[in-house]
T-cell receptor
Framework: KAGVTQTPRYLIKTRGQQVTLSCSPI?????VSWYQQTPGQGLQFLFE???????NKGNFPGRFSGRQFSNSRSEMNVSTLELGDSALYLC????????????FGQGTRLTVV | AQRVTQPEKLLSVFKGAPVELKCNYS??????LFWYVQYSRQRLQLLLR??SRESIKGFTADLNKGETSFHLKKPFAQEEDSAMYYC?????????????FGQGTILTVHP
């Protein structure tokens, strides 16, 4: 069974630009969560989607948004990039209804210059 | 709001020595606790969860609600245990996939 796939693996963007990251969950998984990982703040929850609906949201500004498609694939978008948005963005999938385990992707490393 | 604290950023032990990675949490309800591990150049993966009461790769963790702790223990550390370890919590109810992570502990096991 293929694992969680995140694309692209690396991104370099300029301040003020926007970026879209993609996540393909494990086949059959309907929940996708996104996390931001930085050396200073550690792993912080961004949002979680299930059946194309956002079920939970972390404490991030509105510049961070996401969506989920009918095939459970998810995208997150960050608009008006700031230097502080440089981080590893991790996606995790789980079966959905009842949380048992989150399976993580390898992440997208975003660098804002 | 819930919080997870891992007081040790770095932990070094020698092969064969016991190891304990500390995790304390604050949450007034009934949480579910997990330990995740990230080996070098690998993705973050689940090591164990408290409700399973399993021993994985020789590691065990007991949820102590009185002390609000979920320390990870192994009696005899191996070099392949060197990794970053994260303690994580999920609230009961409608938290779904929202994990709250500690800051992580880097474990180094010396030969």
């Amino acid at each position: 069974k293929a694992g969680v796939t995140q694309t692209p693996r690396y991104l370099i963007k300029t301040r003020g630009q926007q970026v879209t990251l993609s996540c393909s969950p494990i086949s059959g998984h309907r929940s996708v969560s996104w996390y931001q990982q930085t050396p200073g703040q550690g792993l912080q929850f961004l949002f979680e989607y299930f059946s194309e609906t956002q079920r939970n949201k972390g404490n991030f500004p509105g510049r961070f948004s996401g969506r989920q498609f009918s095939n459970s694939r998810s995208e997150m978008n960050v608009s008006t990039l700031e230097l502080g948005d440089s981080a590893l963005y991790l996606c995790a999938s789980s079966t959905g209804q009842v949380f048992t385990e989150a399976f993580f992707g390898q992440g997208t490393r975003l660098t804002v210059v | 709001a819930q919080r997870v604290t891992q007081p040790e950023k770095l932990l070094s032990v020698f092969k064969g020595a016991p190891v304990e990675l500390k995790c304390n949490y604050s949450y007034s309800g009934s949480p579910e606790l997990f330990w995740y591990v990230q080996y070098s150049r690998q993705r973050l993966q689940l090591l164990l969860r408290h409700i399973s009461r399993e021993s994985i790769k020789g590691f065990t963790a007991d949820l102590n609600k009185g002390e609000t702790s979920f320390h990870l223990k192994k009696p005899f550390a191996q070099e392949e245990d060197s990794a970053m370890y994260y303690c994580a919590l999920i609230r009961g109810g409608t938290s779904y996939g929202k994990l709250t992570f500690g800051q992580g502990t880097i474990l180094t096991v010396h030969p």
